[in-house]
């Protein structure tokens, strides 16, 4: 993701709430602008740019709903919507509007993450599809350039072992048995080659330096298969 893409405007009027967001959005190396009112929002939007917008929907002196209107007549920036229990008109008026997904408070600051990280991905996915580069803490993938670093060094992986881990990094957290990743890595639509997928974890787990006793990244599920996980994304 470039810089811009992590750059996040916050906007919430209140201060419990904004910092608390603005706080858990930073450890996860957000770069986050953190404005009070509908107002102070739309001059920073004019100012930068941003890969997302949090927008609250009840704000002081410009409302959510203007700033959202807004900013939807000149990008397509994706906004998720902050809205108190009881809004239920409005939030759905909100996704009218235009914003793309929204939150009803009280939230989970790892909940407002998570949507923030899969409208960010689906988001850059669709306007830059020459470039997908997905990061998992010291794990860097980069998709389309067919590289792989760890800690900043480049790791050199074969093609089966490059296809298997975006295959599996594209989904954490999503189980896939050994069959399915034959058919998605080797092409293979039959029975007899589960032990092959074994070896290029294994393989793939020396090359990234994931400990299988206790893994960073690729987890087996014994009995099914393998699975990837985040590791920025647990509490
Ligand atoms: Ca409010």
Same mark, same amino acid.
């Given at each position: 993701m470039n810089s811009d893409t992590r750059r996040i405007l916050l906007v919430e009027d209140e201060k419990a709430i904004r910092d608390a967001v603005a706080a858990y959005l930073e450890r996860e190396n957000y770069w986050v602008t953190a404005v009070a009112d509908g107002q102070e929002a739309l001059e920073e939007f004019s100012r930068h740019s941003f890969g997302l917008v949090i927008l609250d929907l009840m704000l002081p002196r410009v409302s959510g709903e203007r700033v959202c209107r807004a900013i939807r007549d000149s990008s397509d920036t994706p906004i998720?919507? &902050?809205t108190a229990k009881g809004e239920v008109e409005d939030r759905i008026?909100?996704?009218?509007l235009g914003a793309d997904d929204y939150l009803?408070? *009280?939230?989970s600051p790892r909940e407002l993450v998570a949507r923030v990280r899969a409208l960010l991905r689906?988001?850059?996915v669709t306007d830059e599809p020459q470039r997908e580069v997905l990061e998992f803490g010291e794990l860097t993938i980069d998709v389309s350039g067919h590289k792989v670093l760890v800690a900043g060094e480049e790791i050199d992986l074969t093609a089966s072992e490059f296809? &298997?881990?975006t295959t599996l990094s594209?989904? *954490?957290g999503r189980v896939y048995s050994r069959m399915e990743l034959v058919e998605k890595v080797l092409g293979y639509d039959f029975e007899g080659y589960e032990r092959t997928i074994d070896s290029h974890v294994k393989n793939l787990r020396a090359k990234i330096g994931d400990d299988p006793r206790e893994p960073?990244? &690729?987890y087996t599920v014994h009995g099914v298969g393998y699975r990837f996980?985040? *590791?920025?994304g647990k509490e």
């Amino acid at each position: 993701m470039n810089s811009d893409t992590r750059r996040i405007l916050l906007v919430e009027d209140e201060k419990a709430i904004r910092d608390a967001v603005a706080a858990y959005l930073e450890r996860e190396n957000y770069w986050v602008t953190a404005v009070a009112d509908g107002q102070e929002a739309l001059e920073e939007f004019s100012r930068h740019s941003f890969g997302l917008v949090i927008l609250d929907l009840m704000l002081p002196r410009v409302s959510g709903e203007r700033v959202c209107r807004a900013i939807r007549d000149s990008s397509d920036t994706p906004i998720i919507m &902050l809205t108190a229990k009881g809004e239920v008109e409005d939030r759905i008026i909100g996704l009218e509007l235009g914003a793309d997904d929204y939150l009803v408070k *009280p939230f989970s600051p790892r909940e407002l993450v998570a949507r923030v990280r899969a409208l960010l991905r689906r988001a850059h996915v669709t306007d830059e599809p020459q470039r997908e580069v997905l990061e998992f803490g010291e794990l860097t993938i980069d998709v389309s350039g067919h590289k792989v670093l760890v800690a900043g060094e480049e790791i050199d992986l074969t093609a089966s072992e490059f296809k &298997l881990l975006t295959t599996l990094s594209r989904y *954490p957290g999503r189980v896939y048995s050994r069959m399915e990743l034959v058919e998605k890595v080797l092409g293979y639509d039959f029975e007899g080659y589960e032990r092959t997928i074994d070896s290029h974890v294994k393989n793939l787990r020396a090359k990234i330096g994931d400990d299988p006793r206790e893994p960073k990244w &690729l987890y087996t599920v014994h009995g099914v298969g393998y699975r990837f996980e985040d *590791p920025t994304g647990k509490e």
